[in-house]
Nanobody, 122 residues
């Protein structure tokens, strides 16, 4: 069973930076397809960014140019560098995996982490 654990959240002032991490476990030797979402109080969970196994990156317009997604070479740890943070970035940030390549065979599945809180004050 896949487990995702996020870390790196915290409280910062507007204009500050944070770096989130998410580590996947459960299937050794596999490379995970991963993405970031966030959910603010009273709002629906929204897509933030994703990265393909090949390294292609995708961003929501709201974070483009400020956030950078990356993944370690083993494709088990996901990062999100967040710069120029705004109060509207305040939310719980979740890591998600939609599958993994294990011995070059792709297995689709959905798993979410428990989230890490980011609070940006003005």
């Amino acid at each position: 069973q896949v487990q995702l654990v996020e870390s790196g959240g915290g409280s910062v002032q507007a204009g500050g930076s944070l770096r989130l991490s998410c580590t996947a476990s459960g299937f050794s030797g596999c490379r995970y397809v991963m993405s970031w979402y966030r959910q603010a109080p009273g709002k629906e969970r929204e897509f933030i960014s994703s990265i393909s196994i090949g390294g292609s990156t995708y961003y929501a317009d709201s974070v483009k140019g400020r956030f950078t997604i990356s993944q370690d070479n083993a494709k088990i740890t996901l990062f999100l560098q967040m710069n120029s943070l705004k109060p509207e970035d305040t939310a719980m940030y979740y890591c998600k995996t939609t599958g993994a390549y294990c011995s070059d065979h792709y297995s689709p599945f959905d798993a979410w982490g428990r989230g890490t809180q980011v609070t940006v004050s003005s």
